[in-house]
Every structure is written in C-alpha cells, then in structure tokens.
C-alpha cells in the first residue's frame, strides 16, 4: 500500500496578508518607467516621478508605517517593516526620495520634539510635501563630528546661523535641514560636544547658498551649503540648546533598521543583474569570475542572516559589524562588475550602469561613519583595546 502524501499546508498568518497588501499596492501602483529609477550614484534620475510616487505611498499609509499611530503612523512591529521593505525592494520600486524626512528627522521630532514641533512638522513630512537635508558634516568635522564650527546665537527671538556645512546629499531640493550647530562654548576640560544645538533651519531663504559638488560619477547628489545670517525661529531647536548631540546621535540610530533589509534584498537584484551580465559576455565561462560570483552569493546570504539577527538581537557593535560587512560586499561587487565587463561587450546601457556603480560605491567606506571609525568601534567597545590618542 502506497502512503498518500499530504501537502502541508501552510498556516495563514496575519503577516502573510499584509504582505499580499503591498504587494497588491504596489503592483498597482508601480509603472515601468519607475522600476529600478535612482539609487546609489543615481539620486537626481527621475526625481519629480519619484517624488509623485513617494507621495503616492505616503497616501498609501507606508511612508510612516514604523510611526507610532498617536503620531500618524501605522505603528507597524518590526516584522511587518521587514516585509514592507523586502516586497518594496524585489518589485523594483525607486529609491526612496523622502528616506532623511520619513526615517531620521520624523522619528528623532517623535522622540525628542516638543508637541508644537510634532504638529508642526509631523504631517508634512508623512506626506512627502517637505524634503529635508542633514547638516552635520563641515570642512574640519566628518568623523570628528563634535569639532562643528557653525555657530547659532540668539537675536530678538530668531537663531542667527553663520558657517559652513559640506557633503550635504540632497540640499539642493530640500525644503528644511537639521543644523548641528555650537550655540555655546564647550566647557573647558569638558567634552568636546557639550555647547551643541540641533536646529530646524528653512533651506530657502537669502542666508543660505547651496553650492553643488561634482562628484567622480558626474552627477552632484550632495553640496556645499554657506550659512550667512540664516536664521530660524528660536522655538526650533530640538531638546535643550546645548544638548543637541544627544538628539544628533538618536537621528543616526534611527537612520539604521529595518531598511537594510530591503537594501540587501536590492543587492541581491543587483547580483542577479550582474549576473545575466556576465552570461552576455562570456564571463560565467570564466572559472575565477564564476568562483567570485558565487562567493558574492554566498556572502550576501551570510550578511542577510546577521542583518536579520541583529534586528531582534543586541550583537556587540551590531550596526558597525553590518556597515563593514554591507560595504565591503558592495565596492566588492563594484570590482567584480568591471572585471565582468572586461570579459566582453555588455552594451552600452549596462557598461553605464556598472561603471557608476563601480565608481560611486567608492563612497560606501566614507559615509555614514567610516569604516576606519567603525574599526575603532569595534576595537574599542568589542575587543577592549585602548581607546585611540584623538589629535
Ligand atoms: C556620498 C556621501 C554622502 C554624504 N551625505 C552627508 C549628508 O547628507 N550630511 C552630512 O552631514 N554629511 C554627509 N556626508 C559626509 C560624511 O558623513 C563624512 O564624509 C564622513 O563622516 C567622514 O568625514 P570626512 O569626510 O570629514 O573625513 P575625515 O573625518 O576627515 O576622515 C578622513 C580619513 O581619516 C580617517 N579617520 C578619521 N578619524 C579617524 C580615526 N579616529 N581613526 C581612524 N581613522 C580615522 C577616515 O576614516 C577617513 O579615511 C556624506 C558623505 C558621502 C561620501
């Protein structure tokens, strides 16, 4: 007697129709002409339908899905936000125009802000009707970021800003920045940090000029921004004046989560894309390229599962581990797309696409905390060594 095989059948979750759900909204919403629009190197492709799209998801509920719904949002738990962020990136949905708004600045207003600051700004930016910029970087400050010389004073109820921000991604469309600035002095043989404020500053208005900067892609996705004799309303200082490194260090741990999910489920798009590449140029013939495309497979499996781990799981230095891993993987496969493209003719669209991948993912061990900085987290925090003489 044969035995009868039961299909199992799996169990239909709530999550599995919230998935059905963006899916649904997506393949409805979704055209051609947005599938796989800006990115990496590609911020200024497409903008205005990208916008109208993020506007779209934004009427959608799913620009403030991880927002609490006393604030607007849709008080999604981290799972569903997994779910949103990978069915997002498999459709091939454009690069999110309104990511500093929806993921930095709105959570940080959330958890920080006073409620007129909340009122005030919380719905604009749900709505993707505000576009904002983030302005900490200056000339003599990157990783040493308490060392910011821009200065705010207050002057018959309004902050006066002069200086200079640099690196500024987007400033160029942006309608608001948020300013790290020194409003006092640091304390003598206190920290460095002390006597800075975090300012909500109106882009558009005669003391600010934003400059671009021409970057080795061609394109200029970030600037130069000069404050001279900016100002902004005395109410729009974020925490207490002099306290603003607190809510500067709680907008850059908002800037991570959930997101690198989708951005890994992106890189696996991009893997897949190299490798219909390489078949069109003979490289899968070649047996170091076809070793080096599976181990690109194989890492990002592994830095997937780390990622996923260290959503639920406090991992020593967790998102410094993940920026050095997501990294590498990238300028990795930016390395490996030219030595593809080596191997025969791959068209001009995609030589185009592969080089500017190739030349911009250079910037992936520079932003967001270098890798060198993540090292030294690492070092210091996971290992114990010494902390590092700081000139
Ligand atoms: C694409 C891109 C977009 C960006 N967007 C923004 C933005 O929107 N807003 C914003 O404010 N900034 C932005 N930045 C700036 C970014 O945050 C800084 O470039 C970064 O913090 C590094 O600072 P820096 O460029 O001043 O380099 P520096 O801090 O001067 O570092 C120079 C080199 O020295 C190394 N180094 C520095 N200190 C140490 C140390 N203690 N130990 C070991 N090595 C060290 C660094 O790793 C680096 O290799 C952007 C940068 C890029 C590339």
New binding site residues.
């Given amino acids: 007697m044969s035995l009868r095989v039961i299909p199992e059948v799996a169990p239909v979750t709530d999550d599995d129709a919230f998935r059905r759900e963006i899916r649904d909204w997506l393949a409805t919403n979704l055209t051609d002409e947005l599938r796989g629009a800006g990115g990496p190197g590609r911020e200024n492709e497409a903008f205005p339908q990208r916008l109208a799209f993020a506007r779209r998801l934004a009427e959608g509920g799913w620009t403030t899905l991880a927002w609490p719904v006393a604030h607007g949002g849709r008080g999604a738990p981290l799972q569903r936000q997994v779910i949103f962020h990978e069915e997002y990136a498999r459709a091939g949905a454009p690069s999110r125009v309104d990511h ?1 708004g929806t993921t930095m600045v709105g959570p940080t207003l959330i958890a920080l802000g006073t409620p007129r600051q909340r009122d005030r700004f919380l719905p604009a930016i749900a709505a993707v009707d505000q576009l904002w ?13 308490a060392g910011v010389t821009t200065r705010a004073r207050l002057d018959g109820g309004r902050w006066v800003l002069t200086g200079q ?7 160029h469309v942006a309608d608001w920045c948020f300013v790290l600035a020194r409003t006092e002095p640091a304390p003598p043989g206190g920290p460095r940090h002390a006597g800075l404020s975090y300012l909500l500053v109106p882009m558009r208005q005669p003391g600010i000029t934003v400059r671009p900067i021409r ?1 080795l892609t061609g394109d200029s ?2 600037n130069e921004v000069f404050f001279d004799d900016a100002t902004t309303e005395a109410g729009l200082v974020v925490g207490e004046p002099g306290q603003g490194w607190r809510v500067a260090m709680a907008t850059l741990a908002f800037e991570r989560g959930a997101a690198t999910v989708g951005q890994q489920v992106g890189f696996q798009r991009d893997l897949d894309d190299l490798v219909a590449v390489a078949r069109r140029t003979g490289a899968t013939t070649d047996p170091a390229l076809r070793d080096r495309l599976t181990r690109a497979w194989i890492d990002l499996s592994v830095l997937r599962a780390h990622t996923l781990r260290s959503l639920t799981e406090d991992l020593p230095a967790g998102s410094s581990v993940i920026k050095l891993l997501w990294t590498r993987w990238r300028q990795g496969l930016g390395d490996l797309a030219m030595d593809v493209l080596a191997a025969g003719d791959a068209g001009p669209e995609a030589t185009e696409r592969w080089q500017r991948y190739f030349l ?1 993912t250079r ?1 992936d ?9 993540q ?2 987290i690492v070092a210091e925090r996971v290992l114990g060594l010494p902390r ?1 003489a ?1 000139g």
């Fill in positions: 500093i910029c983030q302005g900490y970087s200056e000339p003599g400050a990157g990783s040493d970021l921000k640099v690196w500024t991604s987007l400033a970057q996705e970030f911009f910037a061990t520079i932003y967001g905390g270098s890798n060198e900085i090292r030294g590092q700081r």
